[in-house]
């Protein structure tokens, strides 16, 4: 089956201005998972999406939300944006049940640039 | 919160030699312990991983230990090809509700044929 699917692959977008990535889950999969990767800080935790609620965050600020349709796909939002907002933005999306309730499968991610 | 801290940085190993990653984690509640390989252009991939009820897994040339006691755990390829060659990151959490991974800083293998 598929896996997860992570649009845009790559985007440049310049300070101040907002940003929005999308994520579709494997077929199945409800939970959905964001990190962000960069070179300096490895790959951190945003946040996690189960059945449209979120459920888990992690320390990043106010700036960067998201949400989950009813579809689990999923979209985060990075506001008034900074250069070190530069990463490559990783989605995971898990069943959340059973025997595989553990295991995150990722997307390529989308790798945004700030200029 | 749990903190991972994984060594080496970088591994430099002939085709066919073995090679070995450690982790170390903080938090001792923490029982589900991945690793995955990232290939370049790619998000990270599950390529084993064990639950803090086992202390060895082995899935062909790869496998992984994991001491409680010590709060650490390894990551063993045998064999090595140059296939392997890739970015190998540990993670750990607490096998509950929440999902959220706390991953190593990762290793950078190159496996030289």
């Known amino acids: 089956k598929a896996g997860v699917t992570q649009t845009p692959r790559y985007l440049i977008k310049t300070r101040g201005q907002q940003v929005t990535l999308s994520c579709s889950p494997i077929?199945?999969?409800?939970?959905v998972s964001w990190y962000q990767q960069t070179p300096g800080q490895g790959l951190q935790f945003l946040f996690e999406?189960?059945?449209?609620?979120?459920?888990n965050k992690g320390n990043f600020p106010g700036r960067f939300s998201g949400r989950q349709f009813s579809n689990s796909r999923s979209e985060m939002n990075v506001s008034t944006l900074e250069l070190g907002d530069s990463a490559l933005y990783l989605c995971?999306?898990?069943?959340?049940?059973?025997?595989?309730?553990?295991?995150?499968?990722f997307g390529a991610g989308s790798r945004l640039t700030v200029l | 919160g749990e903190n991972v801290e994984q060594h080496p940085s970088t591994l430099s190993v002939q085709e066919g030699d073995s090679a070995v990653i450690k982790c170390t984690y903080s938090?001792?509640?923490?029982?589900?312990f991945p690793w995955y390989k990232q290939e370049l252009g790619k998000g990270p991939q599950l390529i084993i991983d064990?639950?803090?009820?086992?202390g060895e897994k082995k899935d062909q040339r790869i496998a992984v230990t994991l001491n409680k006691t010590a709060k650490h755990f390894s990551l063993h390829i045998t064999e090595t090809q140059p296939e392997d060659s890739a970015v190998y990151f540990c993670a750990a959490r607490l096998d509950t509700g929440r999902r959220a991974l706390t991953f190593g800083s990762g290793t950078r293998l190159q496996v030289q044929p």
């Open positions: 995971a999306s898990s069943s959340a049940q059973g025997a595989w309730a553990n295991v995150l499968t």
């Open positions: 938090d001792s509640a923490s029982n589900y």
């Open positions: 999406y189960f059945s449209e609620t979120q459920r």
């Open positions: 064990i639950r803090s009820n086992v």
């Open positions: 077929s199945g999969h409800r939970s």
